[in-house]
Nanobody, 120 residues
Framework: QVQLVESGGGLVQPGGSLRLSCAASGSIFNINGMGWYRQARGKQRELVAA???????NYANSVKGRFTISRDNAKNTVYLQMNSLKPEDTAVYYC??????????????WGQGTLVTVSS
């Protein structure tokens, strides 16, 4: 059984910063891609940023230059540094990971979500 636990969300003023973290635990053999998605009220869930095991990154156009995704493979953890936050960044942010369990089973796992609210 594999779990992703997210932390770091909260209320921040426009222009502020937050750092989200997501740690995977359980019987993990390998973690391939990891990413952050968000879902705002009345909107579809969208990819914010993704990172391969080797460190190749991909960002939504709306966050390029403001957000940075990183990972620590030894800690099975992915981070999202969010700077210059805008009200339109307000959403529930979900961590995602493609995981191979110790048994060999492939799983796509989601975190519980953490709320980021950007408001003055």
């Amino acid at each position: 059984q594999v779990q992703l636990v997210e932390s770091g969300g909260g209320l921040v003023q426009p222009g502020g910063s937050l750092r989200l973290s997501c740690a995977a635990s359980g019987s993990i053999f390998n973690i391939n891609g990891m990413g952050w998605y968000r879902q705002a009220r009345g909107k579809q869930r969208e990819l914010v940023a993704a990172i391969t095991r080797g460190g190749t990154t991909n960002y939504a156009n709306s966050v390029k230059g403001r957000f940075t995704i990183s990972r620590d493979n030894a800690k099975n953890t992915v981070y999202l540094q969010m700077n210059s936050l805008k009200p339109e960044d307000t959403a529930v942010y979900y961590c995602n990971a493609a995981i191979v369990e110790g048994s060999g089973r492939y799983l796509e796992v989601w975190g519980q979500g953490t709320l980021v609210t950007v408001s003055s």
